[in-house]
């Protein structure tokens, strides 16, 4: 199968697959900086590429109502988001979860209000990790595309049958132009299929409900349902990740390891800002430094395990979260996996940092500082602020 070379956004390349994928029906409100990605796609619909049913609506809310609505009557189903956006559907992303409508959502990374910002940091996302659905993340233009690629695959698994949100971040991704190998057409919908589900509204066969009252006899039963799917859905995104890799010879996992079989000092992060650690660590091995950087891909279902696994030999960890939880004790990154290690009886140093809040940028030297404060730490007993900023210009008093 041949590769076709081609430069392109991140947005675009999403925009691009969705229209290899051609879905059923695309309900999308406009938000910043996701709001290429319905333009686009209603693009290729008026130019007869794609037959996808564009729905305009009036918010964000009424997109998902919308999309539960179509994926409920048996139709493919897809929106995207940003920020704000995502916030105003929360209700309805609880019911998308709890109705186990397969919905894919193109979500770019963007801050949340206030104060008023439209950059990348991780506040949407985040805030939505315990509404049930899949979440995966990218950290570059390629990983995005290839991540939308297998998101119906994933999600429409008889075993997994949840929605998902295919993540990248905010203009750091979604607007600069990179490099990209994009597959051909025909490979893609034969790998991805046709969506036939066994239960629809429209099936006159076979009447269901969706969406019903539930009494206080099945509600706990329903979310331990939700629970095991998710747990389902972490087998089924690695053999969906081999089939992929056959097809286009890019290997996905839940999370990349990058440098750290041998690592004292692994660092630990989500998105674009993987690729500076990257580079901070290449800086560091030629001065010697045993430093690596584990890149997180799936956040939901969350990895406790298999993460722990591959942080037990280091000798510290540095875990960087691109949002505040407000909890005074870290981010919710830096919660799970100290949760998940604590549970495995993983005694490492780790230690919670926050950066790159409200699209600050955070460079190679800050990567460079962390993995140093991290040796002092261990090598020579310097204590370290468990829970610090990266970044951050000096308060006055």
Same mark, same amino acid.
């Given at each position: 199968?041949?590769?076709?070379?081609?430069?392109?956004?991140?947005?675009?390349?999403?925009?691009?697959?969705?229209?290899?994928?051609?879905?059923?029906?695309?309900?999308?409100?406009?938000?910043?900086?996701?709001? @290429?990605?319905?333009?686009?796609?209603?693009?290729?619909?008026?130019?007869?590429?794609?037959?996808?049913?564009?729905?305009?609506?009036?918010?964000?809310?009424?997109?998902?109502?919308?999309?539960?609505?179509?994926?409920?009557?048996?139709?493919?189903?897809?929106?995207?988001?940003?920020?704000?956006?995502?916030?105003?559907?929360?209700?309805?992303?609880?019911?998308?979860?709890?109705?186990?409508?397969?919905?894919?959502?193109?979500?770019?990374?963007?801050?949340?209000?206030?104060?008023?910002?439209?950059?990348?940091?991780?506040?949407?996302?985040?805030?939505?990790?315990?509404?049930?659905?899949?979440?995966?993340?990218?950290?570059?233009?390629?990983?995005?595309?290839?991540?939308?690629?297998?998101?119906?695959?994933?999600?429409?698994?008889?075993?997994?049958?949840?929605?998902?949100?295919?993540?990248?971040?905010?203009?750091?991704?979604?607007?600069?132009? @990179?490099?990209?190998?994009?597959?051909?057409?025909?490979?893609?919908?034969?790998?991805?299929?046709?969506?036939?589900?066994? @239960?629809?509204?429209?099936?006159?066969?076979?009447?269901?409900?969706?969406?019903?009252?539930?009494?206080?006899?099945?509600?706990?039963?329903?979310?331990?349902?939700?629970?095991?799917?998710?747990?389902?859905?972490?087998?089924?995104?690695?053999?969906?990740?081999?089939?992929?890799?056959?097809?286009?010879?890019?290997?996905?996992?839940?999370?990349?390891?990058?440098?750290?079989?041998?690592?004292?000092?692994?660092?630990?992060?989500?998105?674009?800002?993987?690729?500076?650690?990257?580079?901070?660590?290449?800086?560091?091995?030629?001065?010697?430094?045993?430093?690596?950087?584990?890149?997180?891909?799936?956040?939901?279902?969350?990895?406790?395990?298999?993460?722990? @696994?591959?942080?037990?030999?280091?000798?510290?960890?540095?875990?960087?979260?691109?949002?505040?939880?407000?909890?005074?004790?870290?981010?919710?990154?830096?919660?799970?996996?100290?949760?998940?290690?604590?549970?495995?009886?993983?005694?490492?140093?780790?230690?919670?940092?926050?950066?790159?809040?409200?699209?600050?940028?955070?460079?190679?030297?800050?990567?460079?500082?962390?993995?140093?404060?991290?040796?002092?730490?261990?090598?020579?007993?310097?204590?370290?602020?468990?829970?610090?900023?990266?970044?951050?210009?000096?308060?006055?008093?």
């Amino acid at each position: 199968m041949m590769a076709i070379k081609e430069r392109m956004s991140g947005n675009e390349a999403v925009a691009y697959a969705i229209k290899q994928i051609n879905p059923d029906v695309m309900p999308a409100f406009p938000i910043t900086p996701s709001t @290429e990605i319905p333009q686009m796609v209603s693009t290729y619909i008026a130019n007869g590429e794609i037959d996808t049913e564009f729905i305009p609506v009036e918010s964000e809310h009424s997109a998902m109502s919308a999309s539960i609505g179509s994926e409920a009557a048996g139709a493919r189903t897809l929106t995207a988001t940003s920020s704000a956006g995502l916030a105003l559907m929360w209700e309805e992303l609880l019911l998308a979860a709890s109705n186990r409508m397969p919905i894919a959502l193109a979500l770019v990374n963007r801050t949340l209000s206030g104060p008023i910002n439209i950059n990348c940091d991780h506040t949407d996302g985040m805030g939505a990790r315990d509404t049930g659905w899949i979440q995966i993340y990218a950290e570059n233009n390629q990983e995005v595309y290839d991540n939308f690629l297998q998101a119906y695959r994933i999600a429409e698994h008889k075993d997994v049958r949840l929605p998902i949100m295919i993540c990248q971040d905010g203009f750091i991704t979604s607007h600069a132009v @990179e490099n990209i190998e994009l597959m051909e057409d025909a490979p893609v919908k034969d790998f991805v299929g046709e969506y036939c589900p066994e @239960e629809y509204l429209l099936n006159p066969g076979k009447p269901v409900s969706v969406g019903p009252y539930s009494i206080s006899n099945y509600v706990m039963e329903g979310r331990k349902n939700q629970l095991i799917a998710l747990e389902n859905a972490k087998q089924v995104i690695l053999d969906v990740a081999d089939e992929f890799a056959a097809i286009s010879g890019r290997q996905y996992g839940l999370f990349e390891t990058y440098k750290t079989e041998d690592a004292d000092y692994i660092m630990l992060l989500i998105g674009s800002a993987a690729g500076t650690a990257k580079e901070a660590v290449d800086e560091l091995r030629e001065q010697g430094k045993k430093v690596g950087v584990l890149k997180l891909r799936v956040f939901r279902p969350f990895p406790a395990e298999e993460l722990a @696994e591959a942080l037990k030999n280091c000798k510290a960890a540095a875990i960087l979260d691109r949002c505040e939880s407000y909890n005074g004790n870290g981010g919710p990154l830096g919660a799970e996996v100290t949760a998940g290690l604590y549970r495995k009886k993983i005694y490492i140093e780790t230690v919670n940092y926050i950066y790159g809040l409200g699209g600050r940028d955070f460079t190679v030297e800050e990567a460079k500082d962390v993995f140093v404060q991290l040796e002092d730490s261990i090598e020579n007993g310097t204590s370290v602020e468990q829970y610090q900023y990266i970044g951050l210009r000096k308060q006055e008093a």
